[in-house]
């Protein structure tokens, strides 16, 4: 039997947040009662329509899992719904990983390299767009954030940032960073100054932007760099950085500039390819169509200026292919298992 180490996939190759892990038990024991007793199959054919069962991925990945599926986060996990114990429950694995230039090939050569007997890896596919993809993205990073704890806010900058610039060695860069400031200086990207990390101002708008949005739901406005702000506040600070013109936001109402702001950064999936004007002209083009003539001038106008860094385009959200990578592996050791003490 191989080592739990053995068994671990590599996912080194991925750029940081394009792959997400989802977790989800299924009892055994329910599963086994739903078909022999509701179904009323015979154990042995029980087992063997149970071993091609793959859930869906709804059932894989919600956040709410119903019988017999369920989320624990304990080390020894019991049914929420029969109280079985772990000897009869199994776990699915599921990665989402986002299709992309920078996913394309490192996917493909994992997916070659996986055993194929038995079906114990499946991939299935899922046609999105990467307004979903930064909605799933966040509430991710907001689960995976202790939010009473204050240096959150440092470590979802850092999380912004590697998928933003996937690139950058981000690690190296935050290793020591204590603050997070908005740069006066710089126009542009970032810099260190010992325990202190400056971000252009749009970079660091955009994170005060994800922590608020990350937070909202958790304090009464949010939290971040600047501290606890409503909307109203949030909204005069995106205006007075110059965001809001930059990203070519012209609303008024703090509701309307709010959804633009977010539409903005919900807009383009790969930010990678944000900063190579042939790719993001194109981008642009495609996503002008909805907009309006002076607004596509405008945006010709902004790539052109080789000062800026050409924005992503607002609006329209661009299509993203997920492939859904679900390791069985552990549901079929433990349903062989379940069976053998079930039959015997
Ligand atoms: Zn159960």
Not at 78 to 86: M, T
Not at 137 to 163: F, I, M, P, S
Not at 182 to 197: I, K, P, Q
């Amino acid at each position: 039997m191989a080592t739990t180490k053995q068994r671990e996939l590599d996912l080194g190759q991925f750029p940081p947040g394009t792959v997400t892990e989802y977790n989800t038990f299924v009892c055994l024991a329910c599963i086994f009662d739903i078909f022999t007793k509701q179904l009323r199959l015979a154990p042995r054919t029980a087992f063997s329509e149970i071993k091609r069962h793959t859930p869906t991925i709804d059932e894989l990945t919600s956040r709410g899992a119903l019988r017999p599926y369920f989320d624990s986060d304990e080390k020894s996990p019991h049914c929420p719904y029969c109280g079985s114990a772990k000897r009869w429950l199994a776990r699915f694995d599921t990665f989402c990983i986002e299709g992309g230039k920078t996913t394309d090939a490192p996917r493909r050569e994992l997916i070659r390299k996986l055993p194929k007997a038995d079906d114990q890896f499946v991939v299935l596919e899922k046609k999105s767009d990467s307004r979903v993809v930064f909605f799933e993205w966040l509430d991710t990073l907001g689960l995976n954030l202790d939010l009473n704890d204050q240096a959150w806010l440092v470590e979802a900058t850092r999380k912004y940032l590697e998928r933003r610039e996937p690139k950058t060695n981000w690690n190296e860069m935050f290793d020591g960073v204590r603050v997070v400031r908005h740069s006066s200086r710089l126009t542009e990207g970032w810099e260190r100054d010992g325990a202190r990390l400056f971000l252009a101002p749009h970079l660091y708008s955009e994170a005060i932007l994800i922590q608020y949005l990350v937070s909202r739901s958790h304090a009464h406005g949010g939290m971040t760099h600047e501290g606890r702000l409503t909307l109203m506040d949030l909204i005069r600070k995106l205006r007075y950085s110059g965001y809001l013109k930059r990203a070519e936001i012209t609303e008024q109402d703090p509701g309307e500039v709010f959804e633009r702001v977010v539409d903005h950064l919900a807009a383009t999936h790969d930010w990678s390819r944000v900063g190579s004007a042939g790719v993001n002209q194109k981008a642009a083009k495609k996503a002008t169509k909805k907009t309006s003539k002076k607004r596509a001038s405008k945006s010709k106008k902004t790539s052109k200026s080789k000062a800026n860094l050409p924005e992503p385009e607002q609006i329209a959200a661009e299509p993203v292919k997920l492939y859904y990578l679900i390791d069985r592996r552990n549901f079929l050791d433990q349903l062989k298992r379940v069976y053998a003490s079930y039959a015997s």
